[in-house]
Nanobody
Framework: QVQLVESGGGLVQAGGSLRLSCRAS????????MGWFRQAPGKERDFVAS????????SYADSEKGRFTISRDNAKNTVYLQLNSLKPEDTAVYYC??????????????WGQGTQVTVSS
C-alpha cells in the first residue's frame, strides 16, 4: 500500500505561483497513475489533474488548463503540481492521489493528508 505525503502549500498573492510536491513510499511508484484533487471550504473535493504511469499523458480539469502543470519523477517517487497565475478561488486543501486500479476523476485509491494553498487578493 502506498503512502503519500504532500508539501509546498502556503500563502501566496493573487497572480503568484506555487509548486506542490507529493512523495510516495511503500509501493512501486511507477505502477500508479498519480494526480491531484482539491477541496475548498464548504465544497466537495474536485479533480484537478492526473498523469499517467510513465508521465506521457496528462489530464486537467477545464478550470485549470493552461495555469496548472502536473509532472512526475519516477526516480524520486514524486509527483508535482505547478500552480501559476493563482486566483483567490484556487484557495483549497490540495490532495495528492494515486490510482492502482480503475482510473476515475471521481475518486482515487490512495490519498495524502493534504496541503493548504491560500491565495490572497
Amino acid at each position: 500500500q502506498v503512502q503519500l505525503v504532500e508539501s509546498g502549500g502556503g500563502l501566496v498573492q493573487a497572480g503568484g505561483s506555487l509548486r506542490l510536491s507529493c512523495r510516495a513510499s511503500g509501493g512501486t511508484f511507477s505502477a500508479y497513475i498519480m494526480g491531484w484533487f482539491r477541496q475548498a471550504p464548504g465544497k466537495e473535493r474536485d479533480f484537478v489533474a492526473s498523469i499517467s504511469r510513465g508521465g506521457g499523458v496528462t489530464s486537467y480539469a477545464d478550470s485549470e488548463k493552461g495555469r496548472f502543470t502536473i509532472s512526475r519523477d519516477n526516480a524520486k517517487n514524486t509527483v508535482y503540481l505547478q500552480l501559476n497565475s493563482l486566483k483567490p478561488e484556487d484557495t483549497a486543501v490540495y490532495y495528492c492521489a494515486a490510482w492502482a486500479g480503475i482510473y476515475s476523476v471521481s475518486s482515487a485509491d490512495y490519498w495524502g493528508q493534504g496541503t493548504q494553498v491560500t491565495v490572497s487578493s
